[in-house]
């Protein structure tokens, strides 16, 4: 009986010990950071700023597509250059947190090139659209979610047509993309944070802030 008992307990402590030692673990490894926004509120410009202030915490994951190389790419860091066939194949296959079709192009996020991140001990960061958001959302990734937004679509149409860049008809599928991304982006809980980028200085503090729990896991586990 007494044999029995300890034979028991025994099992018991390696069993929690292996529970809090993969506790632990999860408490020290850094979340992916899901971050997403309508062309014009500023999304790049933040995570350039958080990408320079931290070189070595953050990590793009880089996704794949089926559209041609721009002039000055490169297959593997700009972006996974591939077929719509082999692609397919890794949809099909569950190789794919999320995917979606821009103007006849596939684009997607490949569980490798997010673990690939994870792996240099880096936080991912996935930049997708809403469509992106909600497929994530299906999955057990469990990163953080975040939205950055312009104060109104007023001021995000200004800002397009700031730029010059846009045709009428391509500003104005931008502007109803924009439209229903932030309606959607009301559903309650979709997001950890929202982010209204009225000026870059604040809107970047904050989400400096948001970010601070998991750049401070990679800092410590650099310097131990």
Request: proline share 4%; with cysteine; glycine share 6%.
């Amino acid at each position: 009986m007494h044999r029995a008992f300890v034979r028991r307990f025994l099992v018991g402590c390696s069993s929690l010990r292996g529970s809090l030692n993969y506790i632990r673990k999860a408490m020290t490894v850094p979340r992916p950071v899901v971050i997403t926004g309508p062309s014009g509120a500023g999304k790049s410009t933040l995570l350039k700023i958080l990408m320079e202030e931290y070189k070595d915490v953050f990590g793009f994951s880089v996704s794949h597509t089926t559209r041609k190389p721009r002039h000055g790419e490169e297959d593997g860091k700009d972006y996974h250059f591939t077929t719509k066939e082999e692609m397919q194949k890794g949809i099909d296959q569950g190789e794919f947190i999320e995917h979606a079709v821009f103007s006849g192009n596939m684009y997607g996020t490949s569980k490798a090139a997010v673990q690939t991140v994870l792996a240099e001990n880096k936080i991912c960061i996935l930049d997708v659209d809403m469509q992106g958001v909600l497929s994530i959302k299906k999955t057990n990734l469990n990163p953080l979610y975040i939205s950055i937004q312009p104060p109104s679509l007023d001021v995000l149409e200004k800002r397009l047509r700031d730029r010059n860049t846009e045709s009428e008809e391509s500003l104005q599928k931008r502007l109803a993309a924009a439209r229903q991304d932030l309606e959607i982006s009301k559903e309650p809980g979709l997001f950890d944070v929202v982010i209204i980028n009225v000026d870059v200085r604040p809107a970047y503090n904050k989400l400096r802030d948001v970010l601070q729990v998991e750049i401070q896991k990679v800092q410590s586990s650099s310097n131990s």
